[in-house]
């Protein structure tokens, strides 16, 4: 079983940075796409980023465009979440996940597509 290790979530003030970082326990596939999720309280949990492993597509939501860069480093089945300009309402806890083996076209944007799930890194943000 794959296991996704997450680090880099804190507090910060509205307007700064943080880079999220997931490790995967095993090396991914070339079918493979990682992506980012998150959710905060009262909320469901919902899609934030996500990347094909090979060849680097990538997708995100209306809400992170242009504000957060999802990215890998193949060598070290890593997956990285640079988060700029952020905002209140990006508080939330913030889940790497993993699908193993992806046929869309695009990046997989639902949570039930991905097969293992990292356990979370709180990402606060104040005003």
Do not use: H
């Not at 307007?15 to 090396?27: E, F, H, K, M, P």
């Not at 999802?70 to 790497?96: F, G, H, W």
């Amino acid at each position: 079983q794959v296991q996704l290790v997450e680090s880099g979530g804190g507090s910060v003030q509205a307007g700064g940075s943080l880079r999220l970082s997931c490790a995967a326990s095993a090396r991914t596939f070339s079918r493979a796409a990682m992506g980012w999720f998150r959710q905060a309280p009262g909320k469901e949990r919902e899609f934030v980023a996500a990347i094909k492993w090979s060849g680097g597509a990538t997708g995100y939501a209306d809400s992170v465009k242009g504000r957060f860069t999802i990215s890998r480093d193949n060598a070290e089945n890593t997956v990285y979440l640079q988060m700029n300009s952020l905002k209140p309402e990006d508080t939330a806890v913030y889940y790497c996940a993993l699908d193993r083996t992806t046929y869309s076209i695009g990046v997989p944007t639902t949570s039930n597509a991905y097969d293992y799930w990292g356990q979370g890194t709180q990402v606060t943000v104040s005003s």
